[in-house]
């Protein structure tokens, strides 16, 4: 797996926009994306606070 984001990512291809984008529209709800991004933002702010603590992540 590591492979494959690592190739998709040398050839711009944006993999996270790419996910969320194929769970909307097998879900056909935009609201999911949205639900995503809040928790995925969420994740990124709490890791962020326990590095700033100088705690392991």
């Known amino acids: 797996m590591e492979v494959l984001l690592r190739i998709a990512e040398e050839h711009g291809?944006?993999?996270e926009e790419?996910?969320?984008?194929?769970?909307?529209d097998s879900v056909n709800d935009s609201t999911s994306?949205?639900?995503?991004?809040?928790?995925?933002a969420e994740n990124t702010y709490d890791?962020?606070?326990?590095l700033?603590?100088?705690?392991a992540v």
Request: no cysteine; net charge positive.
């Open 13 to 15: 291809i944006d993999v």
């Open 52 to 55: 700033n603590k100088g705690d």
């Open 18 to 24: 790419l996910i969320m984008n194929t769970i909307r």
């Open 33 to 40: 994306t949205i639900r995503l991004r809040v928790e995925l």
């Open 47 to 50: 890791a962020m606070n326990q």
